[in-house]
């Protein structure tokens, strides 16, 4: 199908997020995408609740405790009970995990590079700038 005669922008952006997911491979980043964008959560919000966590991913409660336990295993978080709320655990990203998730994103950028490579350095910005006001005020959860 000719991009130009697409139904729409939401369509134009699901075939761009088809292209990243089948080039952001576990091989290509080092890790899965899931634990790229469960890190980079982390690192914005300086650790969170499980539960806002899997919200914010929109993943049910036990797909969570998995991706949790995988970046757990690799040393790339922390869980701790809320000393506010024992019944929660709160969630922080380790040095380990900004470590690796620097090397993720440096090669997620490759990644951007090659799919947003007809674009210019400043509609590059411009996309960037227009995606950040078109998620601005969202309810992510």
Same mark, same amino acid.
């Given at each position: 199908?000719?991009?130009?005669t697409?139904?729409?922008? $939401?369509?134009?952006?699901?075939?761009?997020?088809?292209?990243?997911?089948?080039?952001?491979t576990? +091989?290509?980043?080092?890790?899965r995408?899931?634990?790229?964008?469960?890190? +980079?959560?982390?690192?914005?919000?300086?650790?969170?609740?499980q539960?806002?966590?899997?919200?914010?991913? $929109?993943? +049910?409660p036990?797909?969570?405790?998995?991706?949790?336990?995988?970046?757990?295993?690799?040393?790339?978080i922390?869980?701790?009970?809320?000393?506010?709320?024992?019944?929660?655990? $709160?969630?922080?990203?380790?040095?380990a995990?900004?470590?690796?998730?620097?090397?993720?994103?440096?090669? $997620?950028?490759?990644?951007?590079?090659?799919?947003?490579?007809?674009?210019?350095?400043?509609?590059?910005?411009?996309?960037?700038?227009?995606?950040?006001?078109?998620?601005?005020?969202? +309810?992510?959860?």
């Open positions: 199908m000719n991009p130009a697409a139904t729409g922008s $939401m369509s134009l952006i699901t075939r761009l997020s088809r292209l990243v997911f089948r080039g952001a576990e +091989d290509v980043l080092g890790m995408l899931k634990q790229l964008i469960a890190l +980079d959560y982390l690192r914005e919000h300086q650790g969170t609740p539960k806002a966590l899997g919200q914010s991913l $929109m993943l +049910d036990n797909n969570c405790v998995i991706l949790l336990n995988d970046l757990d295993v690799h040393g790339y922390e869980r701790r009970r809320d000393p506010e709320d024992r019944r929660r655990h $709160m969630v922080e990203i380790t040095p995990g900004l470590r690796a998730l620097e090397k993720a994103e440096s090669r $997620m950028e490759d990644l951007e590079d090659e799919v947003l490579c007809n674009l210019s350095k400043a509609e590059r910005a411009e996309l960037h700038g227009l995606l950040v006001k078109a998620l601005a005020g969202q +309810d992510l959860s």
